[in-house]
């Protein structure tokens, strides 16, 4: 099984700072995916990276494919309050059937 | 489209009863899958499907069971509930396409006790 490692597990922050999140392995993945997860929901797909050095944009979320694939980053521009959520990254693996999960990145952030 | 549909949302069981969590989606979607979320530990596979007839295992199948019998439907059994069982489950699906994401349910919580 590919690992992925996100970083940092837990960050508070206040409204209209930035912030950047990283999700890490040591694998070659053949995309990338990114969700956010609210209390007492699943999942919510965010963006799915294909190519590496892949740079996708939505509003103020920007997402990072690394150029070798391994790697990938999620900077928020001026945060809000409603970005507060679960943060996770997932890695297809080369065969195609499966994700792999990060352990996820707790966002507060606080009015 | 109700997307994927779990049930029950909660649930309490004893140490060696059964149970079966149902999952249902609407569609069309190829590909199943089962997911345990335990605090901090992000997300754990624990059996997939790729059609109706075809089922494999994830990372951590033991002390559950699944089938498919149509598209539309894949419940996860727990056989002899250990409280190491105790967690949220997620039940998922995608088309075949290879980059979708995954459309989730809203969770079932399940404690052993």
């Known amino acids: 099984t590919q690992l992925l490692e996100q970083s940092p597990q837990f960050l508070s922050i206040q409204e209209g700072e930035n912030l950047t999140v990283y999700c890490n392995s040591s694998?070659?993945?053949?995309?990338l995916q990114w969700y956010r997860q609210e209390p007492g929901e699943g999942p919510v797909l965010l963006v799915t990276v294909v190519t590496g050095g892949e740079v996708k944009k939505l509003k103020r979320l920007t997402f990072q494919f690394g150029d070798a694939r391994k790697d990938s980053s999620l900077h928020i521009t001026a945060a809000q309050p409603g970005d507060t959520g679960l943060y996770l990254c997932?890695?297809?693996?080369?065969?195609?059937?499966?994700?792999?999960f990060g352990e996820g990145t707790q966002l507060t952030v606080n009015p | 489209n109700a997307g994927v549909t779990q049930t029950p949302k909660f649930r309490i069981l004893k140490i060696g009863q059964s149970m079966t969590l149902q999952c249902t989606q609407d569609m069309n979607h190829n590909y199943m899958y089962w997911y345990r979320q335990d605090p901090g530990m992000g997300l754990k596979l624990i059996y997939y499907?790729?059609?109706?007839?075809?089922?494999d295992k994830g990372e951590v199948p033991n002390g559950y069971n699944v089938s498919r019998s149509t598209t539309e439907d894949f419940p996860l059994r727990l056989e002899l509930a250990a409280p190491s069982q105790t967690s949220v489950y997620f039940c998922a699906s995608r088309i075949w396409t290879a980059n979708y994401g995954y459309t989730f349910g809203s969770g079932t919580r399940l404690t052993v006790v």
């Open positions: 499907s790729v059609g109706a007839g075809i089922t």
């Open positions: 997932a890695g297809r693996e080369t065969s195609g059937s499966r994700l792999t």
């Open positions: 694998s070659v993945f053949s995309s």
